[in-house]
């Protein structure tokens, strides 16, 4: 649920946590059509809202607009009507975010370890992913075998290191070449005078 702001003309929402967002939907109660901006920005305060992506929602015989796909996904998201008339209600906001599939690869006796982000930043509090004492660790499980080849890495820069010698190589043996018959030419012309 989101909150207007205090000329109605902007609803203001947080998602509560940072998810993998492919799209988000604004859903409106009534029947209307608005064209809005819709903009996010990752952090609470400090921060300028950015993304400005200007489009129409509507709700008109129980057809809604499609959700709007974001390369970008922010925890805080604005919605500002761009007309002078402010929202009569308070459009409700969905996301829409692909879950990510982890594999880890570990090798001897565990417990292991999975360091994700920079170390030197404090534990982030009130950000919603933060174990609570109701949730459950998930236990790890071993669905197949791994099994380890070493390959050695095939490397195509041979090929254009003797590429580019060869080539130096050439051009130098032509400029002598040219060098030589220019010189030729000129202890001909004076040989002939």
């Known amino acids: 649920m989101g909150r207007k702001s205090a000329d109605g003309k902007t609803i203001y929402y947080d998602t509560e946590g940072y998810y993998p967002i492919t799209a988000i939907d604004f859903r409106l109660q009534e029947a209307d059509s608005i064209e809005v901006y819709i903009r996010n920005r990752n952090h609470h305060s400090d921060d300028v809202y950015s993304m400005q992506i200007k489009e129409q929602i509507f709700n008109f015989n129980s057809r809604q607009n499609k959700p709007f796909n974001v390369s970008y996904a922010g925890r805080y998201w604005e919605l500002e009507t761009t007309s002078e008339l402010p929202f009569s209600s308070i459009p409700d906001c969905y996301i829409i975010y692909g879950p990510l599939e982890l594999v880890f690869l570990a090798r001897g006796q565990g417990p292991w370890t999975l360091a994700y982000g920079n170390s030197n930043v404090s534990r982030l509090q009130g950000n919603n992913l ?64």
């Open 130 to 193: 933060t174990i609570l004492p109701e949730d459950v660790l998930l236990p790890a499980t071993i669905i197949e075998e791994g099994i380890y080849k070493h390959v050695p890495i095939r490397s195509d820069k041979k090929w254009s290191v003797w590429f580019l010698w060869g080539t130096l190589i050439l051009a130098t043996v032509v400029l002598s070449v040219l060098a030589f018959y220019i010189w030729r030419s000129i202890n001909k012309k004076e040989a002939e005078e």
